[in-house]
């Protein structure tokens, strides 16, 4: 083993421990008091009573207030170290939404940073074995081993540059972090809205820690997802169209999937909205690029280039497919919701991508971000929870 992953060895240990093991008693004193179920217990009724009737046509979305972002105080900054803030967001967190979700949302990053850090132990485990095995006979292998050995340690001291942020904080459970995404969701923040109707609040590897919070998410999912849907969100629109599609049951459903009835009628509607809202420039900008293949896979674009896709076409893709299994009365109630909604709903808004620092990147290709992948929604990140939309 070199010294130099000797050293990022040590470093890996060292941060996953301060990241896991220090300020247990810290937070267990604080979360007595700060734990957000009795506060969003008080706002399942409103939920309740918004619950959809029967039939898309008429389903009426969640009676959830709409976020004004201009009145809301200020939340600190995301590149202040989460345990000197962690005492503001949790108290804030119990009356004012956007702290509720930015506090899910620093877990939650939190929460991945650990997972990285276990898994950056046994990589490197992995990597030293390659190293052994790579002949130094000359001075171009011996340069190329080297070369490797440094990259590996630069992605290690960007991980553990990140590790920093979330020092000394441990983790919350899955249904305290899944608590604070609702309340942040019902009381309108557009971020939390979709990253918790879209089931991102959700982790398979906690899927059995937080079963009731999974029922709650069950029966309030589709109108949370209907009235972001409604007030533009591009992301919660082609979600949802996915969710009701028939098409889902031959694939990995999502969350939002297994919280919905398949609707075809409605799938088409929100489909024809898709289309419509997309910017001319996205089909002449896409014109060479092949059509998208239909199957998602269980958790989004990971590992496609953005390229690769072209959104106008998928969409089209799938309008046709609904349309060849409805009956022409079908089809015709589908257009005419999408027509209805086109003078009632907002008009999508389609994400800003973000590469680099958050706003930063260009607007390219965007659609296909979220549209790919059988309606992925990107996870939301701290920084959104500020934002209008």
């Known amino acids: 083993m070199t010294a130099t992953l000797k050293h990022g060895r040590s470093l890996i240990w060292i941060a996953a421990l301060a990241a896991t093991g220090v300020g247990m008693y810290y ?13 969003v217990a008080a706002a399942a009724p409103a939920a309740s009573a918004a619950q959809p ?6 389903r009426a979305p969640a009676a959830i207030p709409r976020y004004d972002a201009g009145t809301a105080r200020p939340l600190p900054s995301v590149d202040t170290p989460l345990r000197l803030i962690l005492p503001e967001l949790q108290r804030r967190a119990a009356t004012e939404p956007a702290a509720a979700c930015r506090l899910a949302a620093e877990m939650e990053y939190c929460d991945g940073l650990r997972m990285r850090l276990a898994g950056a132990e046994n990589n490197l485990d992995m990597f030293e074995h390659q190293l052994e095995r790579m002949p130094q006979d000359t001075q171009q292998q011996r340069e190329q081993r080297q070369r490797m050995a440094e990259s590996y340690q630069s992605m290690t001291d960007r991980l553990l ?6 020092a000394q904080v441990p983790p919350i459970s899955a249904e305290q972090r899944a608590a604070y995404w609702r309340r942040a969701a019902l009381a309108g923040v557009p971020a939390a809205m979709r990253h918790y109707a879209s089931g991102n609040a959700f982790r398979y590897q906690d899927t059995l820690d937080n079963l009731s919070g999974l029922s709650t998410y069950r029966n309030e999912a589709e109108s949370i997802a209907r009235a972001a849907a409604q007030r533009g969100d591009a992301r919660m629109m082609a979600s949802l169209a996915f969710a009701y599609s028939p098409q889902r049951d031959g694939m990995r459903r999502s969350f939002l999937g297994q919280a919905v009835q398949a609707d075809p009628v409605e799938s088409l509607a929100l489909f024809l909205q898709l289309r419509d809202s997309l910017p001319a420039q996205d089909a002449a900008a896409n014109a060479a690029t092949p059509p998208a293949p239909v199957g998602p896979g269980p958790r989004g ?6 390229g690769d896709f072209n959104p106008r076409d998928m969409v089209d893709t799938q309008i046709r497919s609904l349309t060849r299994d409805l009956s022409p009365e079908q089809a015709s109630q589908a257009r005419e919701r999408a027509a209805d909604r086109a003078q009632n ?19 390219s290709n965007v659609p296909a971000m979220f549209l790919m992948q059988g309606g992925y929604v990107p996870d939301a990140q701290r920084q959104d929870c500020e934002g209008a939309n």
């Open 53 to 58: 009737a029967t039939g898309a046509a008429t």
């Open 27 to 39: 937070w267990g004193r604080r979360s007595s008091a700060d734990a957000p179920p009795p506060a």
């Open 345 to 363: 709903w907002s008009p999508p808004t389609m994400p800003a991508a973000q590469t680099g620092a958050p706003g930063a990147g260009t607007q």
């Open 161 to 166: 540059t990140q590790s920093e942020h979330c």
């Open 301 to 306: 674009p990971r590992g496609f280039g953005r």
